[in-house]
């Protein structure tokens, strides 16, 4: 488990929240109207944080015939409530929906008969355009594929009426998966979805970020300690980072501080060495040893001048020799973390010091980039070598070619860095928008998923940086899933806080 768990917020997918809602009525006594009264107001609340400063406060609520359709009813019933001028399309009747749904679709519609600012609609009416805001109550998490009639017709229009109308989608954007976060055309795209007792993972991988708008989420009666049981996965709460990050102590000293060992760059690839090691300095490192091949040190040593550099034998074309084994094996002796990939090269005697260095008998260790290469027909082999202490950095091609599987696609991206980290025995940390952490079984088994993808971050050495925070992070005393995470937050971190255009920052600026 990653640590300061009480600082981790519970992510769940489609099985998992019905579960933690089944167990919450049915063990609890947490009566299922109640959860849809709560669910309901929390974004009426919403919805009037939304309404544009001088608009009449108007709303249309889309609402299907599930639960979500409910909380739909109540969310109008409410705003009414409030002096707004509602209209309903429900799907529901009384006699195809939940007792919970049913109950409130006949509140409204005696509320309605009394009210001119209450009108209920059929799915087929001309709508027109819209004011004010949009809710989106028509389809619940368990919903996947293909938008179907009347729902994908209500989709359509609500996507029609931006800017005018705002969106607000509850739990879900219609049609965006839970689980996965795929999204099939027509998907509603919401300016704003409050996520109904716990983030749903939809909202966070694949589409989500793009559909879902700004995302909030509402404590609506589940317990927490439920919604803990049933996670399928975390994210940092705001506070995680900051409980997290290794505090020097006033007496220490640069040994004391954590010493990074980093087997990377060659003759071609300065820069990817320079990026990695000046960012384990950045992250906090005492002391960070770079092992390069001697043509690289000049040029390493003029770009990072703190770096200890220990120039090793290397290959014709400049890349580290197979003679370089011992000698950095003689350094890995005072290591508090390893680094091992960025820029090394793919010549096969360089590939293969590197493949005996993973795994040896000395502190934990990151393999990235070239590092990950020399692993790609030998993966199968770390799980015994790992110990459980290695972090493998792959980006969605590297991971292809550590499978052997060149088209290979990951349909859910928390199950399968959870499989592969357990496969190795390694912590894995799938990068990608946004990236994924799983330690493996023998550690908890926990997966992560980090912060959303910044623009800024689209830009050749960022990989080198992140992995240069990791073993930084590491070498003070991080477990390798705690230093993934943390190197992905305090990237994105960077990244936000870069004042220029986000296509003019290069990775040099994270530093």
Request: proline share 5%; with cysteine; glycine share 10%.
């Amino acid at each position: 488990m990653f640590a300061r768990p009480d600082l981790l917020l519970p992510v769940l997918g489609a099985d998992t929240m019905r579960e933690a809602d089944r167990r919450a009525m049915a063990d609890w006594d947490v009566p299922g109207r109640v959860l849809m009264e709560t669910a309901g107001r929390a974004c009426a609340d919403e919805a009037e944080r939304l309404l544009a400063s001088g608009d009449a406060p108007e709303a249309t609520v889309l609402a299907g015939k599930g639960n979500n359709g409910g909380d739909g009813l109540v969310i109008a019933r409410v705003l009414h409530a409030r002096g707004w001028s509602v209209r309903v399309v429900t799907l529901a009747s009384r006699d195809d929906s939940s007792d919970d749904t049913a109950a409130n679709l006949a509140l409204l519609e005696r509320l309605a008969a009394d009210s001119d600012r209450l009108t209920l609609l059929a799915p087929d009416a001309d709508l027109g355009r819209a004011s004010g805001v949009i809710v989106d109550a028509l389809l619940g998490i368990g919903v996947s594929g293909d938008l179907r009639e009347p729902v994908a017709t209500l989709a359509a229009w609500a996507n029609r009426q931006s800017p005018r109308a705002t969106v607000l989608a509850v739990d879900l954007p219609s049609g965006l998966n839970a689980d996965t976060g795929e999204a099939p055309e027509g998907t509603i795209h919401a300016d704003a979805t409050v996520a109904m007792g716990a983030l749903k993972a939809g909202l966070l991988l694949g589409d989500g970020p793009r559909l879902a708008g700004a995302v909030t989420v509402a404590e609506i009666g589940i317990p927490d300690r439920l919604l803990r049981e049933h996670a399928d996965a975390w994210t940092a709460g705001p506070d995680w980072l900051e409980a997290v990050l290794p505090q020097r102590a006033s007496d220490a000293h640069k040994y004391s501080a954590g010493t990074a060992v980093c087997v990377v760059g060659s003759r071609r690839y300065t820069g990817a060495a320079v990026l990695a090691t000046r960012a384990a300095y950045r992250a906090g490192a005492g002391a960070v040893i770079a092992c390069t091949p001697e043509s690289a040190r000049l040029t390493v040593d003029a770009h990072n001048v703190e770096v200890m550099v220990a120039a090793q034998p290397e290959t014709a074309s400049g890349g580290l020799a197979f003679a370089a084994l011992e000698p950095i094996r003689d350094r890995l002796e005072s290591a508090n973390a390893v680094l091992i990939g960025c820029g090394l090269g793919d010549e096969e005697p360089t590939q293969r010091m590197a493949r005996a260095l993973v795994g040896s008998d000395y502190g934990p260790s990151v393999i990235d980039a070239d590092g990950l290469t020399a692993l790609a027909i030998h993966i199968d082999t770390l799980a015994e070598r790992s110990g459980g202490r290695v972090l493998l950095t792959p980006h969605l091609g590297e991971l292809r070619r550590l499978l052997g599987d060149h088209a290979f696609t990951p349909e859910d991206r928390i199950a399968t860095v959870r499989d592969l980290a357990s496969r190795w025995n390694s912590v894995l940390l799938l990068k990608g928008m946004p990236s994924v952490v799983a330690s493996p079984e023998a550690s908890g088994g926990a997966v992560a998923i980090g912060p959303p993808g910044h623009p800024a971050l689209a830009t050749a050495g960022t990989g080198d940086v992140l992995a240069g925070t990791a073993v930084g992070l590491m070498a003070q005393g991080l477990a390798p899933e705690d230093a993934a995470l943390a190197a992905l937050h305090l990237g994105y971190r960077a990244a936000v806080s870069f004042r220029g255009r986000p296509g003019s920052m290069l990775a040099s600026d994270l530093l």
